[in-house]
């Protein structure tokens, strides 16, 4: 994971050895976040190259900072209907920085 500009963030995956993955890398490009409550979502345009549609590279995610890290879940499609906690999405992911 790197930052590339302060609206961007490189996410870099390793290929897991007992299942199927490949290695993988797509970049997130910031184009709005805000509050609702005690919730915090941000809307992106993922760069990969598994999108076949437009659609495909949109998606809402739900962050919560805790501590040193973040938390966040990723929606399964181009919407926010059924992502409303950073441990409950199609993807969930834990930042930290790194040593």
Known sequence: MAFSQNSRLLLKYQACADTNSEAASEELICLANWKDGSTRYLVGRLEHSRATSEEDRY????????GHKYEIA??????????SSPTEGSRTITLSKGK
Request: proline residues 0%.
């Open 74 to 83: 990723m929606s399964g499609d181009a919407t926010c209907s059924g992502i």
């Open 59 to 66: 998606r809402c995610f739900v962050y919560e900072k805790k």
